[in-house]
């Protein structure tokens, strides 16, 4: 069975689930464009994937198929897809704009009970995928400087991340610029310069990562592999400040920002796994464990002389001399 076919097939499973009667030949052909044999062929394959599936006839005589029972558990698997959850976000956009608060209200309420039925993965994910549809509707914009990415390439790593399908890359950097490799890919960090999360066929086995804009070609391979199962990408992206990760300087970090900067610094999350402590004279102290310190360089600059770097040694070196007072405003 093609990827299409069996797209089609779980999409017809949840019509069969969702609708109380069951759907009808009909409804499948103006579904799926198809013809009526085709749609026959269809409720045939419905039949022997789904076991539960009961047939009704209504007054006309016309047949239908309804799911029932467990096989419904299959279908809450699947979770929300990054395109329906999308348009669930248009629509509470549309309403806010139309000044609708009722149904706005209604809305994310139901868009809130959907995200906590998914896995915290998939749900992050689907999120982010929804955020970038929003963009290109116009309803969201992200302000300040990024590396440019091949959308093309950025569209073939994101199917083969959702399918778990090899990637066949030609990669610039590295110390063998240019030849082709196979990777296969676990998840992608997305900062100032976005980054594949990958393991090299061939390799050492360990996982790597491969910045997108340094991708020159991507071509999908049709076989899936099996991911690492002890991988969790909320875990591995916690061991860096940014999206750069360099074991050799993973370790303790410790920010102290002044009082007049604390109620600012409060409303940043720094780090998902921060320890935040309230200091007597007012002042906020951050802990984390983390690497990449020229990514937190980059960042303290914001903060002008208001944050004290406690640890790193070398971090705080790194920001010596560089933390300005004339900053006419905190991040």
């Not at 300040?144 to 990669?171: F, M, N, Q």
């Not at 100032?192 to 991507?218: K, M, P």
Request: charged letters at 30%; one cysteine or more; hydrophobic letters at 40%.
């Amino acid at each position: 069975m093609s990827f299409q076919k069996a797209s089609d097939l779980l999409r017809l499973a949840e019509m069969a689930s969702a609708r109380h009667f069951g759907i009808g030949l009909q409804e499948i052909t103006e579904e799926f464009g198809c013809d009526h044999r085709t749609a026959q062929r269809m409720t045939r394959a419905l039949e022997d994937c789904f076991p539960n599936v009961e047939t009704l006839t209504d007054e006309q005589r016309r047949k239908y198929w309804r799911l029932k029972g467990g096989d419904t558990q299959l279908l809450k698997v699947q979770g929300i897809r990054d395109s329906e959850l999308a348009a669930l976000e248009l629509a509470i956009r549309r309403a806010e704009r139309d000044g609708v608060q009722t149904e706005v209200a209604a809305l994310q309420s139901l868009r809130d009970r959907l995200l906590a039925t998914m896995p915290r993965p998939h749900a992050r994910r689907a999120e982010a995928d929804a955020e970038t549809v929003l963009e290109a509707y116009g309803f969201a914009s992200r302000p300040g400087p990024r590396v440019k990415g091949d959308p093309v390439i950025i569209a073939t790593v994101a199917e083969a991340l959702k399918g778990s399908h090899p990637l066949v890359v030609t990669y610039a950097g590295g110390s063998d610029p240019g030849r082709e490799r196979v990777l296969e890919p676990h998840g992608l960090l997305i900062g100032t310069r976005r980054y594949l999360v990958a393991r090299e066929r061939g390799g050492n086995g360990r996982l790597q990562h491969f910045r997108l804009d340094r991708i020159r070609s991507a071509r999908i391979e049709a076989q899936a592999f099996s991911r690492d199962p002890d991988f969790n990408l909320e875990d591995h992206a916690a061991r860096a400040f940014g999206s750069y990760h360099d074991d050799g300087e993973h370790g303790e970090v410790i920010w102290r920002f002044r009082p007049e900067a604390a109620p600012v610094a409060r409303e940043f999350q720094f780090h998902p796994r921060q320890e935040v402590t309230e200091e007597p004279d007012g002042a906020l102290t951050v802990r984390f464990h983390a690497s990449g310190q020229l990514e937190m360089a980059w960042h303290l600059y914001l903060w002008g002389d208001k944050v004290e770097v406690l640890a790193p040694d070398r971090l705080r070196e790194l920001v010596q001399g560089f933390q300005r007072g004339d900053f006419p405003a905190l991040p």
